[in-house]
Each structure stands twice: as structure tokens, then as C-alpha cells.
């Protein structure tokens, strides 16, 4: 009874960790999409910023700002 009691909960735990992982892989995905989405704004609205910053330091920028 014991061990299957421990299976059923390791089961449990399981599914609730690999459905955690799909949440914070799909989280991920959106701050990346995100940060590319205000990468491409600064490029249109600030040409200016361009000048100064590359990519990488402009998305280093926005990671900072928006404490990702």
C-alpha cells in the first residue's frame, strides 16, 4: 500500500514539474520576444540610440531596465 501510494506521488510530481518547466520555457519565450519587440521599436522611434549602442548592448539595456 505504501509503495503504491509513494508511486502515485512521485507520478504526481512529476506531471507538476514537467507541466512547471513548459510554463517558465513558454515565459522565457515571451521575454525574448518581447525584448526583440522593444529592440525593433528603439530602432524605428530612437535611429539616434543605434548610433550609440549595438544589439547586444541595446538588449543588455532593456534586460537591466526591465530586471529579466
Sequence with gaps: ???????RQMCI???VETQDGS??????????HYV?????LVKEKRPEVMERYTDK???EIIQKTLAI
Design 1 to 7: 500500500h505504501k509503495a503504491i501510494r509513494r508511486q
Design 13 to 15: 510530481r512529476d506531471s
Design 23 to 32: 510554463v517558465y520555457e513558454l515565459a522565457d519565450e515571451y521575454k525574448n
Design 36 to 40: 526583440q519587440d522593444l529592440v525593433k
Design 57 to 59: 548592448e541595446l538588449i
